[in-house]
């Protein structure tokens, strides 16, 4: 959408490194949601944040209100960590914006 | 670009009584998904419906909750009866293949 930028579209990793996604936004955002696409198309939270950073296992993501941009990163990527990842971002008024997403695709 | 809409988008009920919550997808869409958002938390999914069936559902779609698109007609949520935990921001969305595409939610309060 228009309110958020995501990049890239499309990214492809081999085993074991690693990589970031982002978001940036076009306006003040009060909070950031990052997304995996599962096998029967849900949307499923991976990280939820109002500012600062938050880390799961081999998944980081930071969120800068201030400084208008969301990451995901990404380290020793695995092949099960391919498919779509998709932000999202609430603003003052609570509406919501998604990201066009990123394709991952792991590779041996 | 194609809307999704949601009837009505606010809601205020007592507690054990049943609630509908409506959702108008883009008139070509297949498949219909429902999401839970408790205030300054994150969204979560909650079921996922396709072909008149429910194709997928979360811990948090309790036994209380059912979903239908009856004759093509509104995709509704529906819980019966309420708790006050089920207050938060229910997002309806559709998707013909892999754009999912989300309503403006609506917001519902149990007392």
């Known amino acids: 959408g228009d309110q958020v930028e995501q990049s890239p579209s499309a990214l492809s990793l081999h085993e074991g490194t690693g990589s970031a996604l982002r978001c940036n936004f076009t306006t003040t955002m009060r909070a950031v949601q990052w997304f995996r696409k599962n096998s029967r198309g849900s949307l499923i939270n991976l990280f939820y944040l109002a500012s600062g950073t938050k880390e799961n296992g081999r998944l980081k993501s930071a969120f800068d209100s201030k400084e208008r941009y969301s990451t995901l990163h990404i380290r020793d990527a695995q092949l099960e960590d391919s498919g779509t990842y998709f932000c999202?971002?609430?603003?003052?008024?609570?509406?919501?914006?998604f990201g066009d997403g990123t394709q991952l695709v792991v590779k041996p | 670009g194609p809307k999704v809409l949601q009837i009505p988008s606010h809601q205020i009920i007592d507690m054990g009584q049943m609630v509908t919550l409506n959702c108008d997808p883009v008139s070509n869409h297949l498949y219909f998904y429902w999401y839970k958002q408790i205030l300054g938390q994150q969204m979560e999914f909650l079921v996922n419906?396709?072909?008149?069936?429910?194709?997928?559902k979360s811990k948090l779609f309790k036994d209380q909750f059912s979903v239908e698109r009856p004759d093509g007609s509104y995709f509704t949520l529906k819980i019966q009866p309420t708790a006050l935990e089920d207050s938060a921001v229910y997002f309806c969305?559709?998707?013909?293949?892999?754009?999912?595409?989300f309503g403006p939610g609506t917001r519902l309060l149990v007392l």
């Open positions: 969305a559709s998707s013909l293949d892999d754009t999912q595409y």
């Open positions: 419906f396709y072909n008149g069936k429910v194709m997928e």
């Open positions: 999202a971002a609430w603003n003052s008024n609570n509406r919501i914006f």
